[in-house]
Structures are given as C-alpha cells and as structure tokens.
C-alpha cells in the first residue's frame, strides 16, 4: 500500500517563496503590539480539555464539533483551538496578575479546529492574538481596538470596517435569554437539533449557528442591545464615544454574538467583503468574568484575534507589498578547488558582516554558475579562478549596470566591499527608488 505523505486536508505549507509574507505581517503586527506595551507570551500548543470547555463553552461549535482532542495515558489533551485559553491559564500560573496591571500579553500562534476546510476556513491556521487584564475601563477597549486598527492600517489593508455590539453582563443577559426563548419556543422544531438543544443551555448561541434556516429564523430574533442593563449601557456608550475620539469608524451590529462563550459587554469584528464568506478577519471583546471562571481572583480582560491567514489572502487580493525576502548580495563563480576555497572563505569573512554570500555547490561550470546567479538576482558576482588567485585580484561585478571594479582579495576585501555596496544603495535612494527594494530584483 502506498503511504499517503499528502499534507492533511485543510492545513498549508508555506514555502521559502513565500515566507517573507508572512515575516511582514508578523513584523507589523509584533511592533505594532510592542508599541502598545504588549509583551510576547508562548504558552503549549496543546492543553487540558478541561481548560477549553470551562472557558470556550460547552454549548459552542468549537467545543462541540471542532476539538482535536487526544487522550494519553488517561489524560484528555486538545491541541488549543484559540488563544485566549492558555494565554489567561499561563498569566495566571506564572502569576502576572500580582504584577503592575494591567497585564499585556500578545501571541502569534497556530490554531485547530476541525471544521470544512475552504477558503479562508482551515483546520489548522494562525492567529495573531492580544489580551489585557485588570482594566474594566471602556477606555481599554478603544485602546485594544485602536492596536487592531493599527496594525491593519499599517499593513494598508483597505475596505474593511469595524462592527461593534455590547452582549451584556450576566444580569442583562438573564433577562434577554427569557426574551429569545420565549421569541425561539414559538419555531422550536423549525431549529437545527444543535439549536434546539441550545435553546434551553444558551439560547445566544442560536444567533451564532451557520445553518442558513436558523440564521433565517433568527432575523427577527430580539436583540440584546434592548436589555442591556444601566452599567452595561454606560460602558457601551462611554467605549463608542473613545472610538469617536480616536478617529476610528465604526458600525454598530446588534447580531454579533461571537462564537465563545466567555465574552461580556464589547464585542467587535473587522470584517472584509473580499475574500467571499469567510470575511472577519479579526474577532474579539472584553470577558470580564473569565479569569476568575479559570480559578483566579475578579480581574476583568479583554482582547482580540486576528486570523493570519485570512489577512494574507485580503493582501494578495488587493495587492499590497510586502517586505521583500533577502536577496544574495555577492555570488562568487569558481573554477577549481583552490579558487572555491578562498569562496569559501571570503564568504565566510562577508557573511560575518551580514551579507548574504553564495558560491557555486553544484560543481557547475561557469557558464551555468552565471546563470545560476542572474537567476536567484545576485547584486554582485565575482569570478574566481587559478588567475585571479595568483594575482590576488578579482573584479567584481554590479550585476544590473554590468560595471566592474578590480578588488583586492586581501584581508581588506570586506571593507571594500562595503565601500562598493554602500554606494549603489546610495545610487538607488537618488534615483528615488525605496532603498529597502533595490537590491530584489523587483520592480517596485
Ligand atoms: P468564524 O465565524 O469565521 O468561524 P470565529 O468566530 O470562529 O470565526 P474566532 O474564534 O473569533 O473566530 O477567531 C478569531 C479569528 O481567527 C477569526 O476572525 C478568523 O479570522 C480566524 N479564524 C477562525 N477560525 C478559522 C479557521 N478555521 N481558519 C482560518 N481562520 C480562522
Ligand atoms: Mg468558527
């Protein structure tokens, strides 16, 4: 039988072609985060189950259709399906609510759900995550949406907008799950089983379901912004007025409900009409009550979850540029064991200075080692053969204007080398190109 050495369905490869794409969304999206006093926090990939259905819910799709879980030994494990849980169970273990707060954790993290693979929908996929803890100022809330913003403003992602909803505390949402059962009994058989199961557990839940009849039933479902209690009411106020205030628009979606159970008051989503169904790109809110559900003291948080993923395919969909891969600064073509030796070394002695040296590993001729390096958009080339080692001469070659300048290969190669290099970086910022590209090979 032939072994089956395909990637499993629904998960990616990314590619060195492709890696750079990636870099920049992280980069941004990590300074972005710094900026805002956010420290890094890498917490396992896999977790207690326990963990997960105490804090995602266990009336929610992805504790009941989506967990990837596996049991060891008698232990129940679920590689994590979202950040948020091991990131409050790590804050909490290490003790970073003692600390000053409010507490600012971000993540880049894989994610896994066993959902139907599809466009922008995967079963294992990568978020770039923040939390903060310890403030119940709506204040919190403009600031944690303001970093969203940011980083997507940076990446210059266009056409997407910010939809904002408040679900209340525990007290209004007492008073609005009597309202949408009484509202959801009158079409019971009409729900999906799951729904109808929901209506009794968590009958929010049901405006979260993505089966078209209960999404068509829950049309004129009530809405909870009608319940909302005073306290609730004023943070919703207070928080929109911040969002004015920052400059920041925004429309308000009394559905969203979003897919965890632990969220209160805020809830937000930037959602994109670009890359068809799977449109929210970055999903999140406040869960005031979840610290302490997990075993710790009264601290209210906060945070979002941006899918990488998805913002990779509104880039490549609306074009946008991203940082460009290193290209090879210096290709040296050999001839002989002798002239790849000192390649070798001078390599080595360049590369200590930061610069990306190749010589020919292939035992090519020169003619292909040339081609070799136009290829992978060499700045300079440098042939290097019996001659040239006797002389201890070489010249060295500006790939895109062809002009050749005659270096010495003694020990102060790499100073003239820099000399050399610097200048047509100089040469490209004056031709006003952005000097960051000008050494890619791209048209920029
Ligand atoms: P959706 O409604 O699209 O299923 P969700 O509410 O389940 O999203 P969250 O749990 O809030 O999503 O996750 C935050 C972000 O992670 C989402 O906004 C999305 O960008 C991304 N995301 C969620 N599930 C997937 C997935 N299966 N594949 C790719 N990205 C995902
Ligand atoms: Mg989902």
Redesign the pocket.
Known sequence: MAINIKRPNGTEDVIPRDAHKWHTVEKVARETAESYGFGEIRTPTFENTDLFLRSVGETTDVVQKEMYTVIAKETKFTLRP?GTAGAIRAMLQNGLLNEALPQRVYYVTSCF?H?RPQA???RE?H?FGVEMAGSPSPAADAEVISLAKKILDRLEIKNIELRVNSIGCPVCRAKYHQALRAYFEARKEELCETCQERLEKNPMRILDCKSPICKEIAKDAPVILDYLCEECSDHFEKFKGYLGKLGISYTVDPKIV???DYYTKTVFEFVTTEIGA?G????GGRYDGLIEQLGGQHVPALGF???L??LLLVMDKQGSEFLSPKKCDIYFATMGDAALERAMELSSQLREFGYFAEFDLMQRGLKPQMKYANKIGAAFTMVLGDNELTEGKAKLKEMESGEETVVSLDNKFETVFEEIYFNKMMNAMDDGSNPLFAFTGEDK
């Open positions: 979202e759900r959902e922008g929908r995967l996929f978020q979003r897919g965890l799977q929210t790109v970055c999903g979850g941006m899918g993923e998805r």
